[in-house]
């Protein structure tokens, strides 16, 4: 994943879509995949103890994630 824009950051971006955190997970970035897939997949589940009002937060979260995947720049 040399930059932003590259092939890679697109496949990684389209990991997060289908599974939050696999993208960074893809990039090498173990700890942002963590911490993205817990708290998402957390405001998931609250939100269906709560019919669907915590979507207000899951989904923001879900897509910070896929763009933080496609704008992701190597050091």
């Known amino acids: ?3 932003q824009g590259s092939a890679g950051n697109v496949i990684a971006a389209i990991a997060s879509f289908f599974f939050v955190g696999l993208g ?3 990039q090498g970035r173990i700890f942002a995949a963590i911490i993205f897939c817990l ?3 957390a405001a998931y589940g609250i939100a269906t103890f709560t019919f669907g009002l ?3 937060v899951a989904l923001p ?3 910070w994630c896929i763009i ?3 704008r992701y ?3």
Request: charged share 15%.
């Open 61 to 63: 979260l879900h897509l």
């Open 73 to 75: 720049k190597a050091d």
């Open 68 to 70: 933080d995947a496609a």
């Open 54 to 56: 915590f979507l207000i």
């Open 1 to 3: 994943m040399s930059q």
């Open 39 to 41: 708290t998402t997949y």
């Open 24 to 26: 960074q997970l893809v």
